[in-house]
Structure formats: structure tokens, C-alpha cells
């Protein structure tokens, strides 16, 4: 999530991070349609062109994406049973029952070798359990996601527990763990803060048992030519972690208030203003992936693209659908 539940959501969009309401838990306004799939605000060449053809990637929602490289697949924070909690229809409800639904997930997760978990707050862990154990593939997370894994019941050997800083071999794929950080709403706060030590005594049931445990970021480099591209969670960072990755696209989180200094500034600047910025985690995540994508009121994703352009007039930003695969320059395929 990417902050706390007990502010008013405007019922319509007011421009500009610094005036919004902002938060989670009360009337929603109707959603504003969704951009282009592809939205070039500057007509400058990326700084560097990814062979055409070398991966492939599907936005999953939210922060989620599932890349394909040469036959081989990577998941990051795939939310996709996408379940009703009250967030955007006027009634939050902490206490609503975690829930994964198979047929639903099969659907959109191929047969992944590696998933990639930024942070365990139910919009990016939900479905990760029954992934795991369903597929065998290997959850790279922080510690707090390992403890809730396994009282899930997922094999402990399953998960490798990463803290930022590790570059990880799999074999023709590079996974860059980044140290990080949580969104913050306008008083420089978040749902469900907290770390665990240990599983918990009991396998959690409700949204509210999964706390958010640490934040990670990651970069997947595909080959020794790529692409790569910096993967985020949520809408704020660690300004020494990120820089010098110089990623060729960078998926990055929209962020609902101000509270994160001159965020998107030193976010390009730290990354080396990448060739391609893609937002994310700007949707309404408890609609269907079948549904076109809807904006959360919250998310002002015009001012976002505004200030990328601003700070990065040669970065292409890419406003992704869930229906469309894009190539290693973030083109849709055809």
C-alpha cells in the first residue's frame, strides 16, 4: 500500500502533490479513465535502445510485473486476486480475510522461476504463498515476508532472505537488491508498519496480519546486454542505495502526497534519468485484471508525468495496461 487508511479520498482529482487530500478509507469519487498505453511526452531518443525481441514484460497491476526472458520467467509483487477490503468505496476494512484465488492467478503467472517481493503488505504478498507453493519457485524477500511464508507453509529452503546490496546470479538473469523504503501519506505515515523476527503464532487470516516488514527494490538485468529495469513497490527511496544503477527502464511508483521531498527529481537524477519511466501502483487494485485499468483518485498521474518530463525531457513515459505485453523498450508487442 502506499500509506495509511484513515484520511478522506477526494471524491475528484485536485492537481498538484502538495494540495491533495489525501488517504485511504473513505467516499471514492468516480475513477478518472485510463492515458494511451503508450504516453511519449518527449520525442527524444532513450538514452540506451535494449535489443528488440530480449524480454518481454506484462504489467500485473499495481507494482506487479511478470518478465519473460527467453522462455524463463520473473514475477515482482504479483498481486492478482485483487480482493474487496472498502479502500475505494468509502468503508476500509482492516479486518477483511486474505484470500488467493487459483484458477485467477494461473491465468496470468506462466510457470515462474523466480518472484521478486518488495514488501508484504497484502496488495504485493497476497497471492505469493499459493505461488510458491503451487509453482517451486524461488521468493527472494525480506525477512519479515520469509517468517509469514512460512507460517503460510511454504518450504523455508523456497525462500532466500535478502536484506539491499546483494547482486544475485540465476544464470543469465541478474537480480540487484535494492534497500528501500516505504510510501508515506501526508502526515509521514503507513498502513501496518512493523517487522517480524519470527513466524507468527498464527497463520495470518486478515489484511491487517501481514505488516509491511522492510522495503526492497530490485533491478533484473536480462544477459549481459539486457534490458534492465528497476522495479519499486512503493513511492519512496533510499537516494544512496539507487545511485549509479542506471537502469534502461525504470517502473516506478506513483506517490499520493508530498511528504517524500522532491521525490521524482532526485529519483531520475539518482537513477541517471533513464531511457524509459513506466508509473505504477496509480491504479484501483481491487478491480478485476480483466477490467481496463482505472486510476485511484489519489494518484495524480498527470502531475507525475509532468514533473518526469520536467526533470528528464529525453525518458519516453510508457502509462501501461494490464492487457498489453511490451518488448525490451517497453513498445507494445505486436
Known amino acids: 500500500m502506499s500509506d495509511d487508511t484513515d484520511a478522506q479520498r477526494p471524491k475528484r482529482r485536485i492537481q498538484g ?8 478509507g473513505a467516499a ?5 479513465p485510463l492515458l494511451p498505453a503508450t504516453t511519449a511526452v518527449s520525442a527524444a531518443a532513450p538514452r540506451r535502445a535494449p535489443a528488440a525481441g530480449s524480454a518481454s514484460f506484462r ?22 486476486t485483487r480482493f474487496k477490503t ?6 476500509f476494512k482492516p479486518g477483511t480475510k486474505l484470500r488467493s484465488d487459483p484458477g485467477l492467478v494461473r491465468e496470468h503467472i506462466g510457470h515462474p522461476e523466480i518472484v521478486l517481493v518488495s514488501h508484504s503488505h497484502w496488495d504485493h504478498v497476497a497471492d505469493v504463498p499459493h505461488i510458491a507453493k503451487s509453482t517451486g519457485a524461488r ?18 529452503a523456497q525462500i532466500s532472505v535478502v536484506k539491499g546490496g546483494e547482486v544475485l546470479d540465476f544464470g543469465g538473469l541478474t537480480v540487484e537488491v535494492v534497500s528501500s523504503l516505504h510510501s508515506r501519506n501526508k502526515r509521514h505515515s503507513y498502513f501496518a508498519p512493523g517487522t517480524l523476527n519470527a513466524p507468527p503464532a498464527a497463520v495470518p487470516r486478515t489484511i491487517s496480519d501481514l505488516p509491511e516488514g522492510d522495503t526492497l527494490a530490485f533491478q533484473v538485468t536480462a544477459g549481459s546486454g539486457g534490458p534492465s529495469a528497476f522495479l519499486m513497490g512503493a513511492s519512496d527511496f533510499s537516494e544512496r542505495a539507487v545511485q549509479g544503477l542506471s537502469p534502461d527502464l525504470a517502473m516506478v511508483a506513483v506517490p499520493s502526497s508530498a511528504s517524500t521531498s ?16 513506466v508509473p505504477v501502483h496509480w491504479d484501483n487494485f481491487e478491480e478485476p485484471l480483466s477490467e481496463p485499468p482505472r ?8 502531475a507525475f508525468t509532468t514533473q518526469v518530463h520536467q526533470e528528464s525531457p529525453t525518458s519516453r513515459i510508457v502509462v501501461p495496461d494490464y492487457r498489453t505485453t511490451y518488448g525490451a523498450d517497453m513498445r507494445p508487442n505486436s
Do not use: K, N, Q
Open 17 to 24: 502533490f502538495g494540495r491533495r487530500t489525501v488517504l485511504r
Open 28 to 32: 471514492l469519487g468516480a475513477a478518472a
Open 59 to 80: 504489467w500485473l497491476g499495481t507494482s506487479g510485473w511478470r518478465i519473460d526472458v527467453d522462455g524463463r520467467t520473473v514475477l515482482f509483487d504479483p498481486y492478482l
Open 86 to 91: 472498502g479502500l475505494f468505496d468509502g468503508g
Open 139 to 156: 521468493v527472494v524477500g525480506t525477512e519479515t515476508t520469509f517468517h509469514l511464508l512460512v507460517a503460510f507453509g511454504v518450504d523455508p
Open 262 to 277: 522532491r521525490y521524482v527529481p532526485r529519483l531520475l537524477r539518482a537513477l541517471g534519468r533513464p531511457g524509459v519511466v
Open 295 to 302: 486510476r485511484d483518485p489519489v494518484m495524480d498521474l498527470d
